[in-house]
């Protein structure tokens, strides 16, 4: 109870800080002479945008007439660069900045505060909306939309939902045999939901959905970061998955799940499940079933490099991690070839330096794509992805992922032009000198 009362205590000093840094913020801000990225076309429009509240009011090439008695802040772009905020499709706040046992067995308040210094810094690389795609951040999500804390939007799926000796189940050895009924700490406070059988799959996603996620993730095959699945096996059976999907159905939203190999993209596939995140070792039949059926696949450019998350040498987890990475190239060839519909993420799981390189892991995508793809893809596909959540997308005020009349007031001043440099969004702490999000500006470092 002491842990709780003083996470109370913290927020509510934290929600009076930051409401009052937000009641300083003008109603309108005026961005004058910019060259404007819209997410959308690859061309830039020098212009100037008049934002209102959270939202682009208006986007001219002319000049925009304001009141100039100080109630609209007015900024000069200096002919810098303006493009959308950046949209991860695939994080896991409560897990990225600390070490698994550490994220399985501390104190769930700790790790919203963790979790809660992880979003912020995430929001000043330049990420104004993130998928969360397990471990949890449904309530650290709820804060950053009350003003509690700083960070993106959060689409969050609440725990990931996997099988015993599945994907999610990161418990000790000696947690089997379970009892039935009997619940880890992390399943008690929503990070992890094991659940074998179709009735405790309806369950566990209904219990998901009814504290508010935006979708649901479960886990079909093998994972790297995970001590008791090989990467080959499949996990959940077709009925199983159809439970989740019926549940995500009935509350107009979709299922993504985690997934590597044929049988379990396709198993998932065919029981309803809208996006594959990874699918490293699919092949051509599977590729050409996603493209025939319009399912999202959701890839991360996962090389065996220096920015691989780190596993220890010669452990079962390294080895598996070898074997994912050699797909990598030939997904990326596959998803181009069918022109399947092709999301971005990172999916950093348990260490923080591998968290700072967000935007180095997105310009790892020319290997494979040009600049312009690559923002895009970043942009306003990765949100057409997102608002497959259907009624249960909480931000349907605006549009995300553009520049555009109408859109959420998200959007990143750069100093040079990514769509010829894109190792500029790699370095967001010098290259990205305004970052704002829902008309709120975060960082201005503009001299």
Known sequence: MKTKHLLIAITLVSSIFIKINAQIQPTKILINNVEIFNGIDNKLVKGNILIENNIIAKISQSPIPTDRSGATKIIDGQGKFLMPGLIDAHVHLLFESVPKMMAMTSDYAMLNFVAAGAAHKQLLRGFTTVRDLGGGSLSLAKAIDMGLTIGPRVYSSGAFISQTGGHG?????????RKIGELSYAERNGMVAI????????????????????????????????????????????????????????WGTYVTVHAYTPLAIKTAVDAGVKCIDHGQLADEATAKLMA?????????????????????????????????????????????KYKIKTAWGTDVLFDPESAKKQGKRLAKLTNWYTPYEILK???????????????????????????????????ILVDGNPLTEINLVADPENKFLIIMKDGVIYKNILK
């Not at 799959?201 to 093998?222: F, I, P």
């Open 292 to 336: 025939q059926k319009g399912i999202w696949w959701s890839l991360q450019p996962f090389l065996d490099d220096e920015d691989a998350n780190p596993h220890p040498a010669g452990s079962s987890n390294r080895l598996k991690q070898i074997e994912m990475t050699k797909g990598t190239e030939t997904a990326y060839g596959l998803a181009k």
């Open 169 to 177: 189940d990161f418990g000790l050895p000696t947690d089997v045999p």
């Open 377 to 411: 893809m970043a942009t306003s596909t990765n949100a057409e992805l997102l608002r497959l959540s259907g009624k249960r997308d909480p931000y349907q005020k605006g549009k995300l992922g553009e520049i555009t009349e109408g859109a959420y007031a998200d959007m």
């Open 195 to 250: 659940a074998d059988g179709e009735d405790a799959v309806l369950l566990r996603s209904r219990e998901q959905l009814r504290q508010g996620a935006t979708q649901l993730k479960l886990m079909a095959g093998g994972g790297v970061s995970s001590n008791y699945d090989p990467l080959d096996v499949s996990q959940y059976t077709g009925k199983e998955f159809a439970a989740a999907v019926s549940a995500a159905e009935n």
